[in-house]
């Protein structure tokens, strides 16, 4: 879903929008290529008795439940969640079903902190902490191009 353009100002323009990077989404892809998997051999293992058709009755049921929990579930959260920053302010925004958009202008930034792992580094991404006067610590986690993000919530 794409962020709506109507939460801006009319001379406000968009510097960055950023989703978490792809590296979210790589646990919930192998959950779901393992589910699939487990019933295609499960499939392909059991007689095609009234017994092995139990069996993978069962098991298709556990591989749908761990495949919407752990495997759809995140790559929804992961696509519904917005990292937006304008010339103004900086939008965060996520949620599937109910919606949270905190916003916080950047005159009010009063530090910011980036952090990145070995593996973020080689990725090109990492957590962005930010503290505004007044409101609580906002951090972004495994925000892409966390450098020219960094550089971009300091202007």
Known sequence: MAFPDEVLTAEEEVVLHLHPHAKAAV????????ALAAVIVVW????????GLIGVLVVASVALFVGSTRGVWPL?????THYVFTDER?????????????????????????SQSLVERVLGCGTLTIDSIGDQVAVLAAVPRAQQVRRCSTS
Do not use: C, K, S
């Open 44 to 51: 392909v293992m059991l007689p095609p008795t009234t017994g």
């Open 27 to 34: 646990r919930p892809i192998v959950v779901l290529l393992g």
């Open 90 to 114: 900086i939008l965060l925004q996520d949620g599937v079903v109910a919606r949270e958009r905190r916003d916080l202008p950047l005159n009010r930034v009063n530090d910011h902190l980036m």
């Open 76 to 80: 929804l959260v992961w696509r519904t």
